[in-house]
T-cell receptor
Framework: DAGVIQSPRHEVTEMGQEVTLRCKPI?????LFWYRQTMMRGLELLIY????????DSGMPEDRFSAKMPNASFSTLKIQPSEPRDSAVYFC??????????????????FGSGTQLSVL | GNSVTQMEGPVTLSEEAFLTINCTYT??????LFWYVQYPGEGLQLLLK?????DKGSNKGFEATYRKETTSFHLEKGSVQVSDSAVYFC????????????FGKGTKLSVKP
């Protein structure tokens, strides 16, 4: 398996522009997470999905942020309009709850390599 | 509420030095505890875990023991290498919901040759 795939790897945009970040989770995983990482605030959970349904979006900073998961193999995080304070590394992660309670199950999250977003 | 507190970095060590990164947690109940590692330019990956009190997680020479009495899960390695330079995150999670994974702020480790 190729792991969690995020695109683009780097995005530079100007303030006010729309930004769309993309994620392909590991096949068969039923959970998908979007995190944001900054020096000031560390790693923040923005939103997560279970079986394509948003479960908790309380970490989404404001209405400028939206996330969708139209199917089990694709998710997007959109920022519209973008602002300089949105500059960060955005990570997508996926996991599966199948096997919980069985020997060998560790419930780990598998992270993508991240998207480095710079809003000028 | 539930939270994880890690020692602030950065931590700079010479190769073959002993490493300890402190982690304490606050939780209502008995969570599973994790250490994740982030190498430069990459996403986080699981390093080790422990699911109950007195469990010891270990991987790649790293160890951490789940101490319920002190609510701690300190990461240790007897002899660090340059390749261990990374950011280390302590985390906790309650079973039944993957969304309950809570991370500490991370500790950056730099190992000099």
């Amino acid at each position: 398996d190729a792991g969690v795939i995020q695109s683009p790897r780097h995005e530079v945009t100007e303030m006010g522009q729309e930004v769309t970040l993309r994620c392909k989770p590991i096949s068969g995983h039923d959970y998908l997470f979007w995190y944001r990482q900054t020096m000031m605030r560390g790693l923040e959970l923005l939103i997560y999905f279970n079986n394509n349904v948003p479960i908790d979006d309380s970490g989404m900073p404001e209405d400028r942020f939206s996330a969708k998961m139209p199917n089990a193999s694709f998710s997007t995080l959109k920022i519209q309009p973008s602002e300089p304070r949105d500059s960060a590394v955005y990570f997508c992660a996926s996991s599966s709850i199948l096997g919980e309670g069985r020997i060998g199950y560790d419930g780990r999250l598998f992270f993508g390599s991240g998207t480095q977003l710079s809003v000028l | 509420g539930n939270s994880v507190t890690q020692m602030e970095g950065p931590v700079t060590l010479s190769e073959e030095a002993f490493l300890t990164i402190n982690c304490t947690y606050t939780a209502t109940g008995y969570p599973s505890l994790f250490w994740y590692v982030q190498y430069p330019g990459e996403g986080l990956q699981l390093l080790l875990k422990a699911t109950k009190a007195d469990d010891k997680g270990s991987n790649k020479g790293f160890e951490a023991t789940y101490r319920k009495e002190t609510t701690s899960f300190h990461l240790e390695k007897g002899s660090v290498q340059v390749s261990d330079s990374a950011v280390y995150f302590c985390a906790l999670r309650f079973g039944g919901s993957q969304g309950n994974l809570i991370f500490g702020k991370g500790t950056k480790l730099s190992v000099k040759p």
